[in-house]
């Protein structure tokens, strides 16, 4: 089966520990991408890759942190810096940049940190 | 900030019926497009309209798009209970140097009652 897969699917953490949360995908898409989704909210872009070794940040970066080191991992990890971390965290692949953009997600990790 | 912004915020129909739903944006766009989110589960594409398309139809769905009123809505016919979901409109912004952006509203909670 080709898709995204995202671990673990809940996550539970102290405050002030870092936390890194996982996505994998075997679509051979070239951009990668990390949202975070809180209650009755849209998403949010936390950052993007479109190319392996080269990730951008997104809208709301501060606090986050990712690699790019194969085509087909995006890990993401939360630091302690994040002051609100606990909410839902959904990545997702495209093909590439160019238009026309659609975007497959993963199940999504819902962190709670306490 | 959002782009999008769906209304209603919440609609709650009958099976049978047909759901309409709406999503305003505020800047021009390449794409408009529509995802469905499960809850609690990763949000999966629905449709794509590009911005010199005026109306799609997907099986039950049909989008339509209209530029000058920086406005899309999404029809769903003949609901049923299985269409319960959050539903998305995502408008993707092209900027210079291949950064493309998707922004997705806050979305419209759809409850379909057998």
């Known amino acids: 089966d080709g898709g995204i897969t995202q671990s673990p699917k809940y996550l539970f953490r102290k405050e002030g520990q870092n936390v890194t949360l996982s996505c994998e995908q075997n679509?051979?898409?070239?951009?990668m991408y990390w949202y975070r989704q809180d209650p009755g909210q849209g998403l949010r872009l936390i950052y993007y890759?479109?190319?392996?070794?080269?990730?951008q940040k997104g809208d709301i970066a501060e606090g986050y942190s990712v690699s790019r080191e194969k085509k087909e991992s995006f890990p993401l990890t939360v630091t302690s810096a994040q002051k609100n971390p606990t909410a839902f965290y959904l990545c997702?692949?495209?093909?590439?940049?160019?238009?026309?953009?659609?975007?497959?997600f993963g199940p999504g990790t819902r962190l709670t940190v306490t | 900030s959002q782009q999008g912004e769906e209304d209603p915020q919440a609609l709650s129909i009958q099976e049978g019926e047909n759901a309409t739903m709406n999503c305003s944006y505020k800047t021009s766009i390449n794409n408009l497009q529509w995802y469905r989110q499960n809850s609690g589960r990763g949000l999966v594409h629905l449709i794509l309209?590009?911005?010199?398309?005026r109306e799609k139809h997907s099986g039950r769905l049909r989008v339509t798009l209209d530029t000058s009123k920086k406005s899309s809505s999404l029809l769903i016919t003949a609901s049923r209970a299985a269409d319960t979901a959050s539903y998305f409109c995502?408008?993707?912004?092209?900027?210079?140097?291949?950064?493309?952006?998707?922004?997705f509203g806050a979305g419209t909670r759809l409850a379909v009652h057998p």
């Open positions: 995502a408008t993707l912004k092209v900027f210079s140097g291949g950064y493309n952006k998707l922004i």
């Open positions: 997702a692949s495209s093909i590439g940049t160019s238009v026309p953009y659609e975007q497959y």
């Open positions: 890759s479109q190319i392996v070794n080269d990730f």
């Open positions: 309209i590009r911005s010199n398309e």
């Open positions: 679509l051979n898409h070239d951009a």
